[in-house]
């Protein structure tokens, strides 16, 4: 693994995908009537996340006819050019997966700068977070397998496990301790959290919306993060029931990778 610094710099590179991640996500879903409002049939028009989550759909100028020959950026945004020959929600799954072919894109541009060490890292965490696509289909109700069916833990990955452990990092534990106290990254990932009981209080055992996809379906598993104390769907989190039963604490990717 390559120096403190450039520790930092991948954490603050994947924070700002997690971000971007989250607003694909809610523009497709909460906000997803007023992005629709947005688009157009009859014109070109790109949905751009900023690496705070805010999201808009902007009308780019015309593309020039010849490309830049030196390495071209990632495009700005995601083509949102609205299809009405399509179902509404057909058209909004197609933009989740081209929001997810565009983080890729994005991610491997950014891994581009540092070695190969920390290249795999920035990878690895991308890697960990569930596809936009499938926040969107889970919002709609619509299962991995086309229903209401659910993974099980060998289709799963963990997400948000320990950051040491994800990247094989071989710097010492004081440059470790430097890069969670400089950039507040949670190293131990767990969760007390299960099925939340519908009772009141300060988000406790409340059933409200998930965290990652904003859905607020109660016929999910839901699982809550010791550190933010936000509920998210054990699907969204790639968190079965029965890996939920097996952990005692549990920390989102939010939490695991933000400043």
């Known amino acids: 693994m390559g120096s403190t ?3 930092s710099r991948v954490y603050r590179h994947v924070v700002g995908i997690c971000y971007q991640r989250s607003g694909f996500i809610t523009a497709l ?3 997803a009537k007023k992005f629709v409002a947005l688009c157009d049939p009859e014109k070109d028009c790109l949905l751009c996340v900023d690496s705070d989550g805010a999201w808009e759909v902007t009308f780019p100028p015309p593309l020039p006819d010849v490309p830049p020959l030196d390495h071209p950026e990632p495009a700005p945004g995601v083509n949102c050019k609205l299809d009405d020959t399509v179902p509404l929600n057909d058209w909004l799954l197609q933009i989740a ?13 950014l891994a581009a700068q540092f070695d190969t060490a920390d290249k795999d890292c920035l990878l690895s965490l991308v890697n960990t977070l569930s596809p ?3 926040a969107v289909a889970l919002s709609m109700g619509i299962g991995l397998d086309g229903g209401n069916g659910s993974k099980t833990p060998d289709d799963t990955t963990r997400e948000g496990v320990g950051v040491h452990k994800q990247c094989g990092s071989s710097s010492s534990e004081k440059d470790n301790e430097a890069v969670t106290q400089n950039q507040g990254i949670v190293l131990d990932g767990g969760n007390e959290s299960k099925i ?7 988000g406790e055992g409340v059933h409200k919306e998930c965290g990652s996809c904003s859905s607020k379906k109660d016929n999910e598993s839901w699982i809550m993060c010791d550190t933010c104390r936000k509920w998210y769907h054990g699907d969204c989190m790639q968190i079965s029931p029965s890996m939920d039963e097996n952990k005692e604490k549990y920390t989102c990717p939010y939490c695991s990778l933000a400043e």
């Open 196 to 202: 939340p009981e519908k009772t009141t209080g300060d």
């Open 132 to 134: 936009v696509h499938q």
């Open 5 to 7: 610094r450039s520790l």
């Open 29 to 31: 879903t909460a906000d």
């Open 97 to 109: 997966s081209q929001s997810d072919s565009w983080l890729q894109s994005v991610s491997s541009h």
